[in-house]
Structure formats: structure tokens, C-alpha cells
């Protein structure tokens, strides 16, 4: 007896959509097993990370600020896939952006002026755009795969930020500890909620994801992406070039990675420290799926994903969690969300062998 897969004909829109809700909460289920299984208090481990987020006002203004660069990188994230481009080093993109916007402020440094962030913005897309076009050259050049590029770049630009801080970026003030000084006020960006840290990087996320939204919906680029993605070999036929796909597609995902790694540097940041590298371009991988690949899913995968980061560190004072409990459920749920689509796309079907008689 074998077995074999089967594609199914094409899913319904309420599947498609029912598959991530499904993933969350098979993930709170098997999560609360496993913590159990393994001495932790499993119920309250799902409480403390995807419930108290919600409950406790308190918390509130940390998911909007957690959200925030989720959102923007999974937006570009998600374009970038519509065309069957996997950039899978916007982390390493992000950092890039985010040391481009920390040289504008170190050069700016005890200046005034509304410029300086506008320009602080500019840079910060610009090096992650300059990032992201290492592998998009390779790959249209070379025919080097992506994944593997981009994912290796991640790397040295963690060293890059070593390098910077403890040699020619290092703070003179800062007493042997490998930083950069204290951001002048004009390259923060400022609240708007008084009296807590949402600040103004929270709404552009927004403001971006609905932009984004809008081009891929109604614009000539989104209908190339889409296609491209979808049907390469009919593209070609309408006069897309793949090589000016991926060029954009790169430039455009990595261009909001850097925008989001300077909203963080010029937000909660507001120097370079070693810690900067916080995972985000990893996690908004799983934003991008989960948010079924469409900038507006992603604003409500960007809030679920951040509830667990902000839940993540709650639970760790209140019932004693690891720090790699976080990672866990969320990598859980990318594993139920993929192992969702593969079952509404295909079925398995039972193929029995032909016997000596059928054969002659």
C-alpha cells in the first residue's frame, strides 16, 4: 500500500483565512501541553503570553511599539514573496538600516532641525535597500539563491555593528560599555501619546501596510508581482522581465527593512547598542505568512505576533518562563500554519499496487 499527495482544487477564501486563526490556536493548545509535560505551569504559560498582552492596559502601548517594525518588515517581506522572491535576511537589512540612520544622528549630533529625521528615514532605506541588492545581484548575475545569501549577510552585519561600537562609534562618555552616545532630541522620534512610548513610528507602520496594500491591489507593480510570482512562464509572454522583478522586489523589501530598523534606532532605542539585533526580520517571516501575504493581514499578524513577544516577557516574572519559551510558540505556530496550507492544497490519497495479474 502507498500513499501519495493530491491536489486539491482551489481552496476557498474561507479556508485560506480559517488556516491561521486554526494555527494560533493549536498553538496555545499544544504549547500549554508541552509546558505542562515539561515541569512549567502550561495553562498559565498561554495565559501570560497570549491573554494578560490583551487584558492589562498597561501593555497596551508595548504592542503597538512591539508591532510596529513587525508590520513594516512583514509588508515588505510579503511583496517580496507575492513574486516568488525569498529574501529571508531582512534582519540583516534591518541592522544595515538602522546603523545608516545612527551615522546621520552621530553626524548630526547636537544639531536642531526637522530635517534631520526625514534624513535619518532616507538612510535608513537607503542601507537597507544597498543590503538587499547583494543578493539580488547575485541572484540575477550568478543565479546564487537568495536564501542563502541574504541569510549569510545577516550575519555580518551583527559584526559590522560590533565593529562600529567598540571602535570608531564607541561612546567617549560611556565608561568601557560598547555604544554609541545618546541620540540629540531632534533624531528621536517623539510620542504621540503623551506619557507612554508610542511614538511616531507606530502610526507609519500603519500608514505603510495601507499604501502597500493599495499598490499591489491597484497598481501595475502589484499585478507584476502577482504574476510573476503566480506564472512566471505567462509573464515572460507579457513582457515582464524576472531580473527587474526580483531587483524590485529585493529593493522594495529591503528598503522597509531599513526603514523599520531606523524607526527602532530613533524610537525605543535611541543609540546603538549590541542588543539592537532583536529578531525582528526572523519573526516577521512568520507575519508575512500568517498574514496570508496581504499588507493588511500582516497589521493583524504584526499585533498577534508582538502579543507574544510582550506575553513572552511577562511570563518570565510572573511564572518563571525561559526566554526561549517565546521563540517556541512562535515557532509552533509557523509550523501549524505551513502544515495548514499543505492540507488544504493537497489530500492524501491511498494507491494500492498493481498486482503481477493487472500488469500482464
Known amino acids: 500500500m502507498q500513499f ?6 482551489e481552496p476557498s477564501k474561507f479556508m485560506a483565512y480559517a ?8 498553538t496555545m493548545i499544544i504549547g500549554a ?3 505542562s509535560l515539561i515541569g512549567y505551569d502550561g495553562v498559565g504559560a498561554v495565559r501570560e503570553i497570549f491573554l ?5 492596559s498597561y501593555k497596551w502601548q508595548d504592542l503597538g511599539v512591539k508591532a510596529a517594525p513587525l508590520i513594516i518588515i512583514g509588508v515588505g517581506l510579503s511583496i517580496a514573496y507575492r513574486a516568488n ?5 531582512a534582519e540583516g537589512q534591518y541592522i544595515v538600516g538602522g546603523l545608516c540612520a545612527t551615522g546621520i544622528a552621530l553626524l548630526t549630533w547636537g544639531m536642531t532641525g526637522w530635517w534631520i529625521l526625514p534624513l535619518m528615514m532616507l538612510a535608513g532605506m537607503a542601507g537597507g535597500m544597498a543590503y538587499a541588492s547583494i543578493p539580488a545581484l547575485l541572484r540575477t548575475k550568478l543565479k546564487v539563491n537568495e536564501i542563502l545569501t541574504s541569510l549569510m549577510l545577516t550575519y555580518a552585519s551583527v559584526q559590522l555593528i560590533y565593529f562600529l561600537i567598540r571602535g570608531p562609534w564607541k561612546d567617549p562618555m560611556g565608561i568601557g560599555f560598547p555604544q554609541t552616545r545618546l541620540f540629540s532630541e531632534a533624531a528621536r522620534l517623539p510620542t504621540i501619546i503623551p506619557g507612554t512610548i508610542v511614538h511616531l513610528g507606530v502610526p507609519i507602520a500603519v500608514l505603510v501596510a495601507i499604501i502597500a496594500w493599495f499598490i499591489m491591489s491597484k497598481s501595475v507593480f502589484g499585478y507584476r508581482m502577482r504574476v510573476v510570482g503566480a506564472a512566471p512562464h505567462a509573464a515572460r509572454y507579457g513582457g515582464f522581465s524576472e531580473n527587474k522583478t526580483i531587483w524590485l522586489a529585493m529593493l522594495v523589501s529591503g528598503g522597509l527593512a531599513g526603514l523599520a530598523g531606523m524607526l527602532e534606532i530613533a524610537g525605543p532605542f535611541q543609540r546603538m547598542v549590541p542588543g539592537f539585533p532583536t529578531n525582528y526580520g526572523f519573526t516577521a517571516i512568520i507575519v508575512a505568512f500568517l498574514g496570508r501575504l496581504n499588507p493588511l493581514g500582516v497589521i493583524v499578524a504584526g499585533v498577534v505576533l508582538a502579543i507574544t513577544f510582550v506575553g513572552g516577557e511577562v511570563a518570565q516574572t510572573t511564572i518563571g518562563l525561559p526566554n526561549a519559551a517565546t521563540g517556541i510558540f512562535q515557532a509552533m505556530m509557523l509550523f501549524f500554519l505551513l502544515a495548514g496550507d499543505i492540507l488544504i492544497k493537497y489530500r492524501v490519497r491511498r494507491v ?3 498486482t503481477s495479474t493487472e500488469v500482464a
Open 4 to 9: 501519495r499527495l493530491e491536489k486539491r482544487q
Open 19 to 26: 488556516t491561521p486563526v486554526a494555527a494560533v490556536a493549536l
Open 33 to 35: 501541553i508541552i509546558f
Open 52 to 56: 494578560t498582552p490583551l487584558t492589562n
Open 352 to 354: 494500492m499496487p498493481q
Open 85 to 89: 522572491v525569498w529574501n529571508i535576511g
